[in-house]
C-alpha cells in the first residue's frame, strides 16, 4: 500500500510537530516547514530516529512570504508529484491593543494567518484536483469564532481563515478533495511559557493531533466541516 503523503506547515513547534508525530505514527511521508533551515532539520532527524523507516522532507520557509510559498510548491510537486494531505498549521499571534497597536501587527497577521494557506492552496490544489481526491485541514482556532481582548490582529485574522476554509469546502466539495476546519481553543504551546498557569489548564498538543488524525481518517463520504476543541474548564 503506497504511504501518504502530508505537509504540515509550522511542523516544529507545538502543534505542529504533535500532528507531524501523529501522521508519522501511520508511516505517513511527511513533508515539514518551518522559517529556518536548522529547526526542519533537528525535526527531520528526530521523526526518522523515533518512527524508524519514516520519510521526512524538511523545507525552509516562512509562510508570510509569497515567494517561499511558490518555492515550498514547487519542490512538493518536484519531489512526490502528488499531496495527499495538507495541514496549513503555521500562525503568528501578537497579543496588543487594537486602536494602540501598529498596522504592521496586522499585516503581518494577516500574510502569515491568512494569505499563507490561501497562497498554498492555490500552489498545491492542482495536484489534488488531478488525482480527484485530497484533504485540506487548516488550522483555525476558537478566535475564529470569538473574539478576545488585546488581540485584535489575530483574531481578525483567523476569522478570515475560518472564511476561506468555508468558501475552499463550498467550491471543492464536488470534486473529490475534503476541507476542514479545525478550531482548537488554548493549547500547551510555547505561546505559553513564562505564563502564570497551570500547563493542565490548557490543552495538550497531542489532542488537537489525535483530533486532526481521525478526521483525516475518516471515510470518503464524510467530511468533517468544522471542529471545536476547548479545555474542560473553559477559555482562559
Known amino acids: 500500500m503506497e504511504k501518504i503523503r502530508v ?3 509550522g511542523a516544529t513547534k507545538g502543534i ?8 508519522a505514527q501511520e508511516g505517513a511521508r511527511l513533508a515539514v ?17 523515533k518512527y524508524p523507516g519514516t520519510e521526512v522532507l524538511p523545507i525552509a520557509a516562512d509562510v508570510g512570504n509569497a515567494g517561499d510559498i511558490s518555492n515550498l510548491a514547487d ?24 486602536l494602540m497597536e501598529p498596522e ?18 492555490r500552489e498545491l490544489l492542482p495536484m489534488m484536483l488531478a488525482a480527484g ?3 485540506i485541514i487548516n488550522i483555525c482556532s476558537v478566535a475564529s469564532k470569538i473574539a478576545f481582548p488585546n488581540s485584535g490582529s489575530y483574531v481578525i485574522s483567523k476569522h478570515a481563515l475560518l472564511g476561506l476554509t468555508r468558501a475552499l469546502r463550498l467550491e471543492l466539495r464536488e ?12 493549547t500547551w504551546t510555547s505561546s505559553w511559557e513564562g ?17 486532526v488524525f481521525a478526521v483525516w481518517k475518516m471515510g470518503p463520504s464524510t467530511v468533517v466541516e468544522e471542529m471545536q476543541l476547548r479545555p474542560q474548564l473553559g477559555d482562559v
Open 75 to 98: 519542490t512538493i510537486e518536484g519531489q512526490w508529484g502528488r499531496l495527499d494531505v495538507l495541514v496549513n498549521n503555521a500562525g503568528l499571534f501578537i497579543q496588543d491593543d487594537l
Open 7 to 9: 505537509l504540515i506547515t
Open 16 to 23: 505542529g510537530r504533535a500532528i507531524a508525530g501523529r501522521f
Open 104 to 121: 504592521s501587527n496586522l499585516d503581518r497577521s494577516l500574510q502569515v494567518n491568512l494569505y499563507g494557506p490561501y497562497r498554498l492552496c
Open 133 to 135: 481526491k485530497g484533504h
Open 175 to 186: 470534486k473529490g478533495i475534503k476541507v476542514t476546519a479545525m478550531m482548537p481553543g488554548a
Open 195 to 211: 505564563a502564570d498557569i497551570d500547563p493542565g489548564r490548557l490543552m495538550q498538543p497531542e489532542d488537537v493531533a489525535e483530533a
Open 33 to 49: 516547514t518551518a522559517r529556518t533551515e536548522a529547526d526542519v532539520r533537528a525535526l527531520q532527524e528526530d521523526l526518522e530516529k
